[in-house]
């Protein structure tokens, strides 16, 4: 997957823009943590709470305040198309993508596991990320070409030569699948789910994590930040099916994100593939 590299003033602008948002964002998640008055069902494992409307708006406001002509993709309000017109998920020019609370489910029941997430997409190429971890005040930010960093610390993950060593954060099998990713979970030393994909992502970049595999239900907003700082942070990252990760246009929870050091990518991704195969 190919980045998009900004001029140094607007990729530093637009990061400022997208850490202060993020930042606004955690505070009032951190505020109402445990104290969730709304909370509706989306899908059979998704739900919403009136902190992820909340959250998102904060985060538009802020970045229509910096950026008034940009397109932004949301996941709660959708698509807002730029000022010439464009919709964001064209691939045209500059489009916001916002995950205000990703990890609603652990949000929704106290979890203290969840992210704001907030990325610049430039023509299609991922540009700018930034994940926020607001309870443990841990910032995750990318720019392309530049590496990620972890509160302003560069961070890269260590590539352990030996895939029995790897523990990787791995997604649900889909339900019409034969295998569960069984062989997959044999062939690493542990496996973890953290209910945030952006999170798991970032974990990655730094090492926490060796690989991340979502087998499906991702969407665009889940990753736009949190791949750019897999990426950045020396790891291959594609879809599911070994394809170029980000694409404006796929439709919400259609996608498969599969990160991990060159080294073992393949590995893993043949390991996935089999069991879909069953």
Known sequence: MTSRLLPAGDAERALAVAVSA???AGRVQLERLGRVEQIRRKSARDVVTEVDHLAERLILDEIGAAFPGDAI?????????????????????????????????????????????????????PAVGAVLDPVRDELFTAVAGQGARLNGHRIRNPDKPDLGDYVIGLGYAPRDWRSDL???????????????????????????????????GISNWDIAAAGLI?????????????????????????????????????????LFLAAGRG
């Open 22 to 24: 993020a930042r606004a």
């Open 73 to 125: 993709l949301a996941e709660e309000s959708g698509e807002h198309a730029a000022a010439a017109g464009a919709a964001p998920t064209t691939g045209t020019g500059r489009a916001w993508i916002v995950d205000p609370l990703d990890g609603t489910v652990n949000y929704a029941n106290a979890i203290p596991v969840f992210t704001v997430s907030v990325a610049l997409a430039v023509d299609g190429c």
């Open 182 to 216: 069984g062989e997959m979970r044999r062939r690493v030393r542990a496996s973890r789910h953290l209910g945030s994909a952006a999170l798991e992502l970032s974990y990655v970049a730094a090492g926490r994590l060796d690989a991340c595999i979502h087998p499906t």
């Open 230 to 270: 897999a990426q950045e942070g020396g790891t291959t990252v594609t879809t599911a099916d070994g394809q170029p990760w980000f694409d404006l246009s796929r439709p919400a929870t259609s996608i498969g994100i599969l990160a991990a050091p060159s080294r073992h990518h393949a590995v893993l991704l043949e």
